[in-house]
């Protein structure tokens, strides 16, 4: 065999842009193997719907994903326009679990922009309900401007682990802008 267990993807110089609204999407409780460098954008432009670089796990269930290697890897979300009925979303890394980066992987994921009138538009460089750093991991993280909210990092309810690696995170200008939140 190849030596990866099942649900496993080796990134290795992949270069991936696309016109969906998801530029990648992910099973539950996968393991991304990062070599080299990477780069997964979502270049899509909507005023309907919301927009990931790359989506990980399932609303139902367990949808952990583990981020690991040697390598870097970009990812961006799209853009949106949102006008007075609607606001949509854009993040960089949306995990439906927790997000856990090891061995010597860096992650940069930021949002697209999305210029709203509304009060339901959000930028998320990554939004993830728990996280995990360990090893010499790097996440940094940056969310762009909105007509409302912008997070650099939005961690959900199972929390954050920090034994190792760095983390940076800067927000975007916006009504209400945080480099990190949790809840």
Do not use: W
């Not at 790097?138 to 990092?153: C, F, I, N, P, Q």
């Not at 309810?157 to 940076?168: D, P």
């Not at 975007?172 to 939140?181: C, E, F, I, K, L």
Request: proline share 1%.
């Amino acid at each position: 065999g190849d030596g990866y267990d099942a649900n496993t993807l080796v990134m290795d110089g992949l270069f991936f842009e696309t016109g969906s609204a998801t530029g990648l999407k992910l099973p539950a409780n996968a393991t991304v193997v990062v070599k080299g460098e990477n780069r997964v954008a979502s270049q899509y432009a909507s005023n309907t719907s919301h927009t990931q670089g790359i989506y990980g796990g399932s609303s139902t269930g367990e949808s952990n994903i583990t981020f690991r290697g040697d390598g870097s890897l970009y990812v961006r979300g799209g853009q949106g326009m949102a006008g007075s009925d609607g606001g949509y979303n854009t993040t960089g890394l949306q995990i439906a679990g927790t997000l856990t980066l090891k061995e010597n992987v860096s992650i940069t994921a930021a949002s697209g922009t999305v210029r709203s009138i509304t009060v339901s538009s959000f930028t998320y460089g990554v939004d993830c309900k728990g996280l995990i750093l360990q090893d010499n991991a790097t996440l940094a993280a940056k969310s762009e401007d909105s007509g409302y909210l912008s997070t650099a990092v939005m961690i959900g309810a199972m929390g954050g682990e920090i034994s190792g690696g760095k983390l940076t995170a800067i927000a975007g200008n916006a009504t209400y802008a945080s480099a990190a939140q949790s809840g």
